[in-house]
């Protein structure tokens, strides 16, 4: 393994909380029924608008465009509080002072995306940081595969380290390995089922990658 792609929101960004948080400011603006930490970890999937429809929530009456724009709104606003999860910034910079390679692949707007990676750091360690053209959140499969051709990557030495079950089928598609952490948007059961390894913190995830070269 020579090359590593970091997923961003709740691989690296610790946003969670933040997001059930900016879930809940929207469902309380739109009248409907407050979710869980728990719950969010337990339904999240991608792409997000097959989402809200495992809570209950009718496009028809609440129309997924204006859920995503009150979201987007909220969310951005506070994505760069939420900071890094403890040990991420340490751990990329001893991965790529090891002679690892890295980039960021995100179903994030790129725009906000880049704005974010530059304002917690993480810019100057990356080959890549690769976001959607637009706002949909939708599959990031096509922006995998452009991004591991224009690095000239190669499938077979390089590694996904994501914190759902939609990057474990990322990591198929791409045809690269994959590690989950479990401090994301979705709960440690749903990981496990993958048959992914887990990492259980970022000095476990670290150890995993280098033996991994």
């Known amino acids: 393994m020579t090359h590593i792609i970091w997923d961003f929101n709740g691989t690296l960004l610790c946003d969670a909380q933040l997001s059930v948080d900016t879930d809940n400011a929207v469902f309380d603006a739109l009248g409907l ?7 969010y970890r337990e339904k999240m999937t991608m792409p997000v608008r097959d989402f809200y429809p495992a809570l209950g929530i009718d496009y028809d009456v609440h129309p997924y465009e204006t859920i995503a724009r009150l979201w987007l709104d909220r969310f951005n606003a506070g994505a760069v509080g939420a900071g890094l999860v403890p040990g991420a910034l340490e751990t990329i910079r001893r991965l790529g002072a090891q002679g690892l390679t890295q980039s960021v692949l995100s179903a994030s707007y790129e725009p ?17 940081v690769d976001g959607l053209e637009d706002e949909s959140a939708a599959r990031k499969t096509d922006i995998g595969r452009r991004q591991m051709a224009r ?6 030495k ?13 990591a198929q598609a791409l045809g690269v390995a994959c590690v989950l952490v479990p401090w994301g948007h979705n709960d440690l059961a749903r990981l496990e089922r993958t048959r992914c390894p887990v990492a259980h913190s970022f000095e476990a995830l670290e150890a995993l990658l280098l033996s991994m070269r």
């Open 33 to 39: 029924p407050r979710i869980t930490l728990e719950t």
């Open 112 to 128: 906000s995306l880049r704005s974010q990676c530059d304002a917690l750091g993480l810019t100057p360690y990356m080959r890549a």
């Open 158 to 170: 390089t590694v996904l380290v994501g914190d759902m079950v939609a990057d474990a089928e990322l």
């Open 151 to 156: 690095l000239a990557l190669d499938p077979a």
